[in-house]
């Protein structure tokens, strides 16, 4: 149980072109998915919250603009990256926590990541 | 402020020696959990351990171990009589309770690779 899946698990795209990458949780809802951002060899940094039906929140330094996030179903999450440069080029994480954790649970379910490169 | 401290960058050990990764944190919070996770090269996060701030006790899993100390506040993870399969990067990350966001903090990582 819990399993998240993201597509594509990798992509390569055109600067100036947007790129759309899909968080699923396959068995199980998930009110909150949060995505991640990690760069070779570093660590993973959070980029934003999504609940689902509401705006996201994004973290300090992150453009809402360019990182567009939907959380339109307590299944699915997507970040799309508009008008993407190489710089953007990274590894994407998604994770969800469940509509059923307690609110003192702390469990966070990781997808298998999306590996963007920028060209 | 919230922050997890890795200081080894990378360690490289021979195998079936004993390996010890460091993690200390830093929060305001009571309430908060420490968790471990493991990346190998494919890049898949795996879950390997969580621990919320009332439970000091130990922790062994097969070959794992883990020693909470809130004196210190250090989360340290002891992988015993390591394998070649052990080599990944290992994460300490620390949430709070922030609302019901639960959002993680992730310390820069431990590269472990282990030699045959």
């Known amino acids: 149980g819990a399993v998240v899946s993201q597509h594509p698990s990798w992509v390569i795209c055109k600067s100036g072109t947007s790129v759309k990458i899909e968080c699923r949780s396959l068995?199980?809802?998930?009110?909150?998915m949060f995505w991640y951002r990690q760069f070779p060899k570093q660590s993973l940094m959070l980029m934003a919250t999504?609940?689902?039906?509401?705006?996201?929140?994004?973290e300090q330094g992150v453009e809402k603009d360019k990182f567009l996030i939907n959380h339109a179903s307590l299944t699915l999450s997507t970040l799309t990256v508009t008008s993407a440069h190489p710089e953007d080029s990274s590894f994407y994480i998604c994770?969800?926590?469940?509509?059923?954790?307690?609110?003192?649970?702390?469990?966070?379910?990781f997808g298998p990541g999306t590996r963007l490169t920028v060209t | 402020a919230q922050k997890v401290t890795q200081a080894q960058t990378e360690i490289s050990v021979v195998e079936k020696e004993d390996v010890t990764l460091d993690c200390v944190y830093e929060?305001?919070?009571?309430?908060?959990?420490l968790f471990w996770y493991k990346q190998p090269p494919s890049g898949e996060l795996v879950f390997l351990i969580r621990?919320?701030?009332?439970?000091?006790q130990n922790e062994i899993s097969g070959r794992y171990s883990w020693n909470f100390q809130k004196s210190t506040s250090s989360f340290n993870f002891t992988i015993t009589a390591s394998q070649v399969v052990d080599s990944a990067v290992y994460f300490c990350?620390?949430?709070?309770?922030?609302?019901?966001?639960?959002?993680?903090?992730f310390g820069t990582g431990t590269l472990l690779a282990v030699q045959p």
């Open positions: 068995d199980f809802q998930a009110t909150t």
């Open positions: 929060t305001r919070d009571t309430t908060y959990y």
């Open positions: 621990r919320n701030s009332f439970d000091e």
């Open positions: 999504s609940n689902e039906g509401s705006k996201a929140t994004y």
């Open positions: 990350a620390l949430s709070e309770a922030e609302g019901a966001t639960n959002k993680l903090i």
């Open positions: 994770s969800a926590r469940s509509e059923l954790a307690g609110f003192f649970d702390y469990e966070q379910y």
